[in-house]
């Protein structure tokens, strides 16, 4: 059974960094894309990040372009986001997902992802 384990959010004042992690089990992911998503209340969910199996391409939404970088330990089938000059704006649950597919894309859009995991919460104090 695929399961995504996420850990590593809190409570950070703003300016602050955290560095999320995302594990992955049940099958190796060596091979799929693997992406971050959030979600604030009353908001939709949306894209913050993704990487390609390879590692070669990259993306971020721009709000976080500078500030956030994600990466990926293949080895260890997981997945991170290192989250630099937090900003209250970025409180959200943050998700990380991967897909079945084994083309070497960093898909920005929800649907192309099969597994999502619980969550962890970020909150960023002004």
């Known amino acids: 059974q695929v399961q995504l384990v996420e850990s590593g959010g809190g409570l950070v004042e703003a300016g602050g960094s955290l560095r999320l992690s995302c594990a992955a089990s049940?099958?190796?992911?060596?091979?799929?894309?693997m992406g971050w998503f959030r979600q604030a209340p009353g908001k939709e969910r949306e894209f913050v990040a993704a990487?390609?199996?390879?590692?070669?391409?990259?993306d971020y939404v721009d709000s976080v372009k500078g500030r956030f970088t994600i990466s990926r330990d293949n080895a260890k089938n997981t997945v991170y986001l290192q989250m630099n000059s937090l900003k209250p704006e970025d409180t959200a649950v943050y998700y990380c997902?991967?897909?079945?597919?084994?083309?070497?894309?960093?898909?920005?859009?929800?649907?192309?992802?099969?597994?999502w995991g619980q969550g962890t919460q970020v909150t960023v104090s002004s």
């Open positions: 997902a991967t897909d079945q597919n084994f083309s070497d894309s960093a898909w920005r859009t929800r649907d192309e992802y099969d597994y």
């Open positions: 049940g099958r190796t992911f060596r091979y799929n894309a």
């Open positions: 990487i390609s199996w390879s590692g070669r391409n990259i």
